[in-house]
T-cell receptor, first 107, second 116 residues
Framework: KNEVEQSPQNLTAQEGEFITINCSYS?????LHWLQQHPGGGIVSLFM???GKKKHGRLIATINIQEKHSSLHITASHPRDSAVYIC?????????FGTGTSLTVIP | GAVVSQHPSWVICKSGTSVKIECRSL??????MFWYRQFPKQSLMLMAT?????????EQGVEKDKFLINHASLTLSTLTVTSAHPEDSSFYIC????????????FGPGTRLTVT
């Protein structure tokens, strides 16, 4: 089983701040997913990474395969970024989910 | 991007009745679909994995006779909660991928089930 840990569990930031959410996993994987879940419950897939770095708008995701660690960064945070961010490790059809980071961005 | 829909988005049913939830991939072939449940303030818990045309593989502790999964086509999977009880009240989410062509996974918006 792949143990997936996220930190922090809860995060409150002022609008405009740079935010980092961390994810570590215990076993080598094929891909690492970052998901966003809004209060209504719907889940959006933000990134799928197998190496290096990806950027989409104000969101940046990085992964270090050797250290089994991934980070999600949000630049110039905005209240609409308030959500739960979940990382999930993936090998084949096996997924292991972190417990999520609840982010609140205050105007 | 690829879209996965779920229907209904919410449902209230009486204890003892059965409820069917549909999960559809709208613009890609979903060779593999996953069903999750999520309790308040908890992460996703995988219930089962289904491949089109095959029987679903259930996770340990999930009753396959209670949670019936059918994946009869490349765009549709259904989850039927049989003889629902209040403890089955939860948020049910499906996801789909075109495996092994792609690792990308696309999530449905979820279905909130309340059993009274």
């Amino acid at each position: 089983k792949n143990e997936v840990e996220q930190s922090p569990q809860n995060l409150t930031a002022q609008e405009g701040e740079f935010i980092t959410i961390n994810c570590s996993y215990s076993v080598g994987i094929s891909a690492l997913h970052w998901l966003q879940q809004h209060p209504g419950g719907g889940i959006v897939s933000l990134f799928m990474l197998s190496s290096g770095k990806k950027k989409h708008g104000r969101l940046i995701a990085t992964i270090n395969i050797q250290e089994k660690h991934s980070s999600l960064h949000i630049t110039a945070s905005h209240p609409r970024d308030s959500a739960v961010y979940i990382c999930a490790s993936n090998t084949g059809n096996q997924f292991y989910f972190g417990t999520g980071t609840s982010l609140t961005v205050i105007p | 991007g690829a879209v996965v829909s779920q229907h209904p988005s919410w449902v209230i049913c009486k204890s003892g009745t059965s409820v069917k939830i549909e999960c559809r991939s709208l613009d890609f072939q979903a060779t593999t679909m996953f069903w999750y449940r999520q309790f308040p303030k908890q992460s996703l818990m995988l219930m089962a994995t289904s491949n089109e045309g095959s029987k679903a593989t259930y996770e340990q502790g999930v009753e396959k006779d209670k949670f019936l999964i059918n994946h009869a086509s490349l765009t549709l999977s259904t989850l039927t909660v049989t003889s629902a009880h209040p403890e089955d009240s939860s948020f049910y989410i499906c996801s789909a991928r075109d495996w092994p062509i792609s690792y990308e996974q696309y999530f449905g918006p979820g279905t909130r089930l309340t059993v009274t």
